[in-house]
Each structure stands twice: as C-alpha cells, then as structure tokens.
C-alpha cells in the first residue's frame, strides 16, 4: 500500500470507523468531488484505494487527494445528510436523478361542494384522489366529461352570482344557496363509482336524457347527449387498457451494463395498469446493486413511493425497506412479475442503445470541458455558470443565472434576480449587482463556487463581473462570449483582451451556444413575466373596488393580460363588484 497511496490517504484509512456514516472524496484544492454514505465508513472508503478500479471510479480515486468523514447513528441518517451535501455542493462525480416528474390524479374535494381538479402527488388531506393517469390528457379528458355530467362546483372561489354554468345545468350554484340535505353525498358517491369504472349509472341517465331530447325534436340537444355517452365509453375503455384487476401500487426495476455504463429502467403499475416508464442511463459507478439502491432512493424522494418494488437484486431489498418503511421489496423466482422484470429489462437495454447512438454520452461533454480548460489555461470547468441582463428601456430590468454540471444543464440551481431601479438599463452596473449578490451569498451560507464564469457582452461584461466579484471578496475565473464585426459569436475574451477563437462548426462551440440560448431564453421569459406582471399592476391601480384580496383572485383566475383581455364584463363581475368590472374591461379596450 505504501508503494501506491500516498501518506495522507494511508492515515486517513487508518482513522476511519466501523460505523455507518457519509464520506466527501477531496482534490489536492479541498474541493469536495465525491460524496457518498457507507454503513460500514471503514471497509467501504479503503475499497476504493485497496481494490483496483476501472472507468469512472478509477478517474475518481486518480483525482483524491484526501477524504473526510462525518459518522451518524443510522443508515437512514447518512442517507439523509448524503442527499443533502450533494444538493449543496453538486460535486462533479455524483450522478443526481433530475427528472422530477409526477403521473397526474384526480382529486375530489372531500366536504363542502364537490369539486375537482388535477393534482400531482396526494399529500392534501383535503382531498380523495384518483389515478394516478397516464398522461395529463387523459386525466383532463376525465375531469372534462366529469363536470360535464355532474353539477360539481366549477369556480375556485365563490363568485357573487351565478355562472354560465348554472345556466347549463352543469353547477348546483352553491355561490346564491346551500346545498339540499344529501345532495353533496350523492354527489360523492356518484363520481367515486364513475372514477372506479362503474359507469352504468351516468349513462343510463344520459341516455333517457337524449331520448327525451329526440322526442321533442331537440336533436341539437340529442346529438350533445350522444357525444356525452361516446366520450364515457372512450375514457372508460382507454382506462381499462391493461387492466389486470391488480389494485397494488408496483414500480418494476430492470437494468442493463454496457462499455461502463449503466441503465436503470422502472415500469410504473398503478391499478393493475402500466403507466409508463422511466430510464436513467448513468456511467456505472462501482458495484451494480449499490448504485441502483442508491439511484432509487434518490429517485423516491421526488416521485411517489409503491406499495411494492419488484426486482432480482437482493441487495436492493435491505437499502429501500431501511429508508422507506412503505415500500415492500420483492425477489420474484417464476411467474408473472418475472415476466413484468423481463420488459424492465427489455427497456433498459432499449434505453442503453439509444443512449449510445444520441452522441450525448457524459464523456463527450467531459472531453469538450477538458477541451475547453485547455483552451483557457484553467483547470477543467465542470461547474459553469452563465449571466444575463433583460430590460426594456430600463423598465422591469431583471437579471438571470444558469448553470451547467458537467455539460448538462441543472436547473434546480438556476436564479433569478430583480435589478435595483439605480442600475436599471446600466448593463455594467447590473452585471456588478447580479454577481456581487450571486457569490456573497455563496460565500455567506458556505456553499461551493463555480469552476469558470461566462457572460454575454464580451470585455465589458467580464469587467464588471470581476468588479462584482472583488466587491464581496471572491476570485472566479471569468470570460465573455464575444462576437465579430457581423454580431456573431466567434469566441471568448478574458480581462486583459485577449481572444480565445472558437471553430463554429467545432463541438465546443456548439456547447457553448447552447449554454448561451439557455441562459438568454431564462434571462427573457423572466423579463416578459416580471413585464406582464407590471403591465397588470399598473391596469389594476386607480379602480375603485379592486384592493389586494379581489387584484389576487383576479390573477389567480386571468393569470396573463391576454386572458384578462378575453375575460367579458360579466365574468369578471364574478369576482369584483360591477362597476369595477365595467372600469377595468373599458381600461383593458381603451374604452372612454
């Protein structure tokens, strides 16, 4: 061991405990590349240094200049804090599930008038909830066809006289009279038996409904009753596709190895239907069942949890049930959830290939970033992190951060920042504003600083990015995207002038334009909701019976100033008094 490691590494093994705890891999600049949890901090650290390694575990250990340690009580606990350090540090060699994707349900309100909406998880207890659906089309197409047969309240809030939808037939009007005794019951227990797929009894009343309507000679009428009845039938027979009469909630878990790395397929099965799949290709990193354990811990911290997980990997078993007590893991040996593994497995291999043959593998990006530290004369930049200022003419001037790990981008960490009304249409003194308050507060709370800066604007943007920089005591490499004489990118530009000339049919460049579209596109569609928020600010002020209560309806309702604009007087009189509405519809059409 004394030929290979190096006398910090040694030492370090030697203090390590037989307890569980999470462990922070370090670079010869103490900079955290690697965090992970161990049950065991001793054997589990000096596997990394006593075992010969390969592919990414190996570029990792190649890298460690030292490590560090933190011991907990439990499994659980180190589970918790590793999840945590990542969050705040994102070292460059932890691989993060990102997708936080939730299948839709439909929820009823339990109490008061019967009301439904979409949700994406289950956790108000206000509510019963029905699903999870496919997609969110189908769940819309269901709440569509539900409020269309049943008189379930349709507005959010209680508005002061009815709506069109009394009219219709289609609302009780709970807003001008109580419900009668019973009636929200039948309600409930009518639309619980129409989402359980006992729709007998909404077509059989639809159906008298359209024969009724045809002996009078109402075909109009009729013919809508007809596309009613159609539309249960294709809801109803599009839920049922699948249907195993298998009401447990089950997630399936297949995987595939390849040329060092690793895909992890899960089928979601809810009420006996597959819903779809989620495959996450991953460089393998380390023994496989340890790696996929981790992958799905992380993976049920923002997706709902089943009842049962099935899957061929014992190890799997112990690390799940320890963490998330709801869910039962299952090692099935024959039968059908054998058969459901199969087609995880099917999947994943699906999912490796077109991985392989989508020219986005993780090292491509890794070379491009070695490329491109070359180029500057910097460390390797796995961290980078760009600006941007949007204003018009000054008004509504805001500022926008994006940020991208190992050449992908990671939009939990993108920022948004409103200018001061001084530096409004000053770009330098934004660019100082926006980076003096981005790293004082990095440096505030402790947290890790990006490995380069980018700005868009060329030397003067890199100037004041520096200056925001000096102003909080911090140093960051910093470039700009400069352009040439025809308003094209042509490269990048450090503090003293001097250009780095990019090929612009090069991979890096095209990286690099891609990172600056991303942060443009969030720098703008910030500024135009920070725009259109003003625009309506400013159309509410000065109306009597418009205060701060009725102004948050009327957004929460009419959300942009198009769909304000569109809203007639009478609906908006819904939520404000009359002449209010009368006052802001003539504002919104330039009405005298």
Known sequence: ???????????????????????????????????????????????????????????MVSHVDHFDFIIVSSDKEAFILEMNMIQTHYPRYNIMLMDDSHYPYIALRRGGDPHLKIARNQTDKKYFYFGPYPSSSSAYQ???????????????????????????????????????????????SSIKRFLGGDVADAKRVIRAKMEEASERMDFEAAAEYKKTLDSIDYVVQKESVELTGDNVSRDVVGFAEREGYLSLSLLT???????????????????????????????????????????????????????YEEIEVVYPHEGRLVDMIDLASLNARQGLDAHFMSARLSDDNERLLEELGSLLEIKTPYRIELFDNSHLQGSEAVGAMVCYINGEPNKKMYRKYRLSAENA?????????????RYGRIKEEGSSFPDLILTDGGLPQVHATEEGLGKVG???????????????????????????????????????????DEVHRFAISFHIASRSKAMTNSLFSGIEGIGKKREAKLREHYPSIESL????????????????????????HGDD
Request: hydrophobic share 35%; net charge positive.
């Open 425 to 437: 249409g000053d770009d330098y003194h934004s660019m100082v504003e926006v980076t003096s308050r």
């Open 269 to 323: 099965y809810r009420r006996g239907m597959l819903l779809g799949k989620n495959v996450h290709v991953v460089p393998s990193f380390g023994e496989v069942e340890e790696q996929i354990a981790d992958l799905l811990l992380q993976y049920y911290q923002t997706h709902e949890a089943p009842r049962q997980l099935v899957c061929r990997l014992p190890g799997v078993k112990e690390e799940i049930e320890a963490i």
């Open 565 to 588: 604009r569109n809203a007639s007087v009478d609906e908006l009189a819904q939520l404000i008094p009359l002449e209010a509405a009368k006052a802001l519809h003539a504002k919104l």
């Open 142 to 188: 269901a709440i569509d066809l539900l409020n269309k047969i049943y008189p379930t309240r349709k507005c959010r809030t209680i508005p002061a006289k009815p709506c069109l939808y009394y009219s219709l037939g289609q609302c009780l009007a709970p807003c001008i009279k109580p419900l009668e005794e019973g009636k929200a019951e039948e309600l409930y």
């Open 474 to 516: 911090v140093t960051i490499p910093v470039f700009g995207l400069y352009k040439n004489d025809r308003h094209q990118t042509e490269g990048l530009i450090d503090s003293e002038g001097k250009t780095y000339p990019i090929n612009n049919k090069s991979p890096l460049f095209f990286l690099l334009m891609r990172m600056q």
């Open 1 to 59: 061991m004394s030929s290979v490691l190096s006398k910090k590494i040694q030492d370090g093994i030697a203090l390590l405990p037989n307890r569980p705890g999470v462990y922070q891999m370090k670079d010869a600049d103490d900079k955290i590349i690697y965090i992970g949890k161990a049950k065991n901090l001793k054997k589990r650290v000096s596997q990394y240094f006593l075992r010969p390694q390969s592919g990414k575990v190996a570029a």
